[in-house]
């Protein structure tokens, strides 16, 4: 299935931002959609953001809508996720996964169809 490994993760006063990556390996990723997800304390994973695998129609959850941007380098087999404005409220878990599925036209939301998922990077926004 491959690896994947996020970092970027800190701590963050809020209105900052942060830029997290996912360097993948072992795997063509460059076939597959790529998401974020997160999970706060006390609180289910839940995705963030994704990107078809040729990089096109960047989805987004309505939290984040505006204020984060997915983007992909194929040539670096890496993912990013630029987060500004960030909130309190993005206090989390991030980790980065990749779709089940080679070359869809959908970005999903659905953990579940991820197969492939980080060991997470922690995001902590203070007040």
């Known amino acids: 299935q491959g690896q994947l490994v996020e970092s970027g993760g800190g701590l963050v006063q809020a209105g900052g931002s942060l830029r997290l990556s996912c360097a993948a390996s072992?795997?063509?990723?460059?076939?597959?959609?790529m998401g974020w997800f997160r999970r706060a304390p006390g609180k289910e994973r839940e995705f963030v953001a994704g990107?078809?695998?040729?990089?096109?129609?960047?989805r987004y959850a309505d939290s984040v809508k505006g204020r984060f941007t997915i983007s992909r380098d194929v040539s670096k087999d890496t993912v990013y996720l630029e987060m500004n404005s960030l909130k309190l409220e993005d206090t989390a878990l991030y980790y980065c996964a990749a779709d089940r599925s080679p070359f869809r036209l959908v970005v999903r939301s659905e953990a579940g169809e991820y197969d492939s998922w980080g060991q997470g990077t922690q995001v902590t926004v203070s007040a």
């Open positions: 072992g795997r063509t990723f460059s076939d597959y959609g």
């Open positions: 990107i078809r695998w040729n990089g096109g129609s960047p």
